[in-house]
């Protein structure tokens, strides 16, 4: 039986994950919709053969709908995830969890008392073929223990509303949880450094932007931010280990010599980098719910997040090395 | 409604053609299976919920199969073939289409009677991403025209059962047919030439052996087949243009610096190496079912490839360049 | 007429500059050595039919010898420097220029005060072609202003005489200068770094370390120094600039594919690496004599990586962000 | 003592030589040249402190000079390397040793009744860092025999006076040379192909063509030669051995990511590819010849390139297969 499912939200990213889910993901259809541009959701739930609800709150609680993905505005997420789980369904939610660290809480916290497993953060790094490569040779100790990380998320170019604070927010929040879960660690520091800045920036947003972070065992590791790069879409991921160093490589597949160079191509942007990696995301998540053990980033990976973007936000506002610490992880996510 | 899928043939790449279309391809899953093995048959039957059928004949002729896949042993595909245009129904036939050029012509023939394109030969290649690109690339004449192809298929190892003749029937057949598709030209001459053998070859075996194939423009192709490389599955493909070299370029997810080597890691076989162009096969098949319009390899091109396989052997033999001519290419297939 | 070299210090580095200057380099040859281990001097002076001198002062001093290079035991480059700059005699001095800042200082002076550029120091970085193009695209500002550097210094082992701070003044000392000279902007700052530790290090030496510098217009550099990375001798110097990144290549000369890899060599030792720059840097020497124009890293370049170290030193001691403050630069360097 | 060099032929590459010699190489100076274009020789000779000769005898017979370059109009080169070794003087001469195989014949027989080895060919290729690995690596064996070398060599652009024959005379003859001594193995027969041309060319010259060799031992070479290609000067030989492949890589400096692509530079002429090997010859002739032990390219490789051009030429013309078969090698050269 394949499972039925509502998706809140219908922008950009919840039209990818529909057609995603109906046309790549075997087991699951899309049921039902919402949005608050009314209109446009209805338009598409008619295409889709789907069926319209006026909220968020209406969809989860139809029997239409066995399981739940927000991809709605962001201060929204909170307030659908705690419904979702209201209801025991479970729900997929894109990144960020909440809008803050105490959002977040309220999730785990009512996630536990539900005493089960229910929601998925939207950390797709997870599932690219190259950071699985990485996370199996760290966990092989095949080059020795990780020391050092040397990262960069550059994105070609930002617009006027993209300001300070969503380097961290949006864009290295990928970082923030992909290595955290590629090093089974949790964070005890942030330091930011802000370097001299591109000519391409605006008056409102810092570009590039420099995080060090600090894991529990002492690994260090340098991200770069750069969100007006102008060259493309590139992530950087090197792990320095004792014996040897493992990067991901730059997806390409094929070479050209041209006009005096030996080129690959750089990905434009995000989805062209990471589109196998969000089909496996949803491949795997309904496989998951099929035999019923969620194997995906949790509310408590989301709360971690989240705790280390506060004191990121804080230790670029100082500029000074600020400590992060997370209470006890509940026993239902270890 | 999704499609119906009858499998005539549950040997290895039967049974991953199986997985295939029941976990990645959404519309279609596997009602009915046949093998001459008939008891693994019937207990994978049981296991998938699939009804056995003593005779592929009886599974294509059944009303719960509306669409079938051929990958049984290869001298019994022309009939499965036959027989599925024969009702009418759409058929995907691993290769080769027939054992011999005759055998596709026949194919070709019954085809053309029935007035309507049912076959697709499993020329996977054609779904790689990289061939796409370099395909693009030829297309839009962004580096002039094509004027050699450097090309290499090379296999870490080959057994005692693998012939000489193999090399051309079972390996560069995969290039003889992705070539003509990528150039969009028919073949007009074929050489081989032989030479120093490795030491890891038998009698039986010339390996490694070099296949030069000429295009109706003038196109000259060098392709090395070399099944005892050693070192791992190996595909090259480099297109020499006007103004520029477009190549395949090994695919790599991570890159290590390790004991004096700065290394990625080549593919250990062909199922690691093109398992994505596999899984898009499937899809554009259902899909191009769906909308009523076969849009992969045709009854024709099965053909083609015999008859230029048919120059191949003969150009061994006699160690002189052989023509290569087809009759004119039916309607149906233009 | 070539020039006659005395080289004081006939250790490895001292003979190996021996041999170069008198098989590579066209225009100068050793007509004189001196050492404190006076029979393997005088062994070698007879190989080479040169003189030997029982002290660095009267080699100095002799109308056979018209330019010196200084290959010593450290605490004795100084008062070499002095000597020839007495003399008003070229010397090049490999680094450190002398043990401290003070005592760069003093040649400074004394250099100022004879009123004639005499001193070069063995930053062999410089004439590295790789350090080169790098140069040349940051003043040419093809890719816009510099933002962040990015880079690695790593050696594949260190034994036991090798401490936590010669991670700086051994091994760093050649991308402080390399970097000053590259993006030409002093340092205003430095903040040492020190991650999890590789068990292959010992007790009195910290491995990996990590240094960040800050220039003058802001520019950011993080340089990785891991002085037992176990698998070669690596250097990386990725610049990133405003519309692009540039990057030292690691040099191959043949690629290779076995064993299931795809690798290139990776250099063993800093010899093998940059064998080309250190005959570069004494061609480029001698012609710069010849035509009495110096234009090789100064005794101000000496003192100012001098002053930078102390600064790395007391940021590792104190682990905060430490300023580093030149006087005027003399008019003499401008 | 410092060997005193006489160049004939004081063109373009003959002044490279020049400024070589004086400034790269240690040991050896000019002293003499000799051009029929007597005006800018005499102008250079003045230049550089040499005396001007009226023929290329004179220069050979004189006193003031040891050993010999000819560098002069190739249907020169057998005169006058012929009275070199009638003065039983070292003599360089730049590829072709003479116009055809009969001519170098005539040399190698006047070297084998001199009982010396005077003569040295100009194959620079001999002495890149690339070539240099590939046949250490086919030497020792590592990946045990040499089965086929896949190879190209290619130009930016020819001008109206290149013609057909001179890709093999002109640039083919590179590889001739280069393979034969990087197998250590003669020739047994040579065929050509000519592919599809580019629009590049003109109506003299066939552009592209394919060269296959086979050699004694049953290895297949399969030669591209492309001197229109546009894309700059681009060298490939990748030899598959029998439990790998090794082949030269493309020498870069720095690799740069800007504009989607990430690329390094190919380099834009022979000179920039081939600077190293140049010098590196010279270095090596003049050190063998104060050794009195010829280690380069002998008269008798010249003799065995020019017999391999002729078939190629024969091979060319007919389209066939055709033999190549040289006379037994005299002790000389042995």
Redesign the interface.
């Known amino acids: 039986m394949d499972l039925k499912v509502g998706v809140i939200g219908t922008g950009a990213i919840g039209i990818e994950h529909i057609k995603r889910i ?5 087991g699951a259809y899309v049921t039902a919709v919402s949005d608050i541009n009314v209109e446009q959701a209805q338009r598409l739930a008619n295409q889709i053969d789907a069926v319209f609800f006026e909220t968020g709150e209406e969809l989860i609680a139809s029997p239409d709908v066995a399981i739940v993905v927000v991809t709605s505005w962001d201060p929204t997420h909170e307030k659908y995830v705690l419904e979702a789980i209201k209801h025991g369904k479970y729900v997929f939610c894109e990144k960020p969890l909440a809008t803050d660290s105490a959002g977040c809480k309220r999730i785990v916290d009512a996630e536990v008392k539900a005493g089960k497993k229910l929601v998925q953060v939207g950390f797709m790094r997870r599932y690219d ?2 950071y ?3 996370k199996e ?1 760290i966990e092989t100790k095949k ?6 990380l ?1 990262c ?1 998320h550059r994105n070609p170019t930002a617009d006027e509303n993209y300001l300070t604070p969503m380097a961290i927010i949006n864009t290295g929040i990928h970082e923030i949880d992909a290595l955290r879960w590629l090093l089974q660690e949790d964070y005890v520091s942030a330091q930011m ?1 802000l ?6 920036t605006h008056e409102k947003l810092h570009d ?1 932007q ?1 995080l ?1 972070l600090e894991t529990v ?4 590791i ?1 991200l ?1 931010i ?1 969100v007006n ?4 879409y ?1 992530i950087k991921c090197d792990v ?1 280990c ?25 990905a ?1 942007d995000w989805q062209t980098r990471f589109v ?1 990696a969000y089909d496996y995301e949803f ?1 795997l998540w309904v496989r998951s719910i099929q035999t019923g053990n969620l194997t995906g980033p949790t509310a408590w990976d989301g709360y971690a997040a989240a705790v280390t973007m506060d004191a990121c936000g804080k230790a670029r506002d100082t500029g000074e090395r600020t400590l992060i610490q997370l209470p006890e992880c509940p026993a239902l996510y270890k």
Request: proline share 7%.
């Open positions: 109906n046309e790549k993901v075997q073929r190259g699985i490569e990485l040779a080059f020795g223990e990780p020391l050092m040397h960069a450094i370097p001299k800045q591109t000519s391409f590039p420099m060090i065992s002492g690994i260090h340098d770069e750069f790069c102008q060259f493309g590139d320095v004792e014996t040897g160093e493992i990067g991901l490589e730059d997806p390409a597949y094929t070479h050209v010599k041209a006009k005096g160079k030996n080129y690959t191509k750089i434009p196998e491949e």
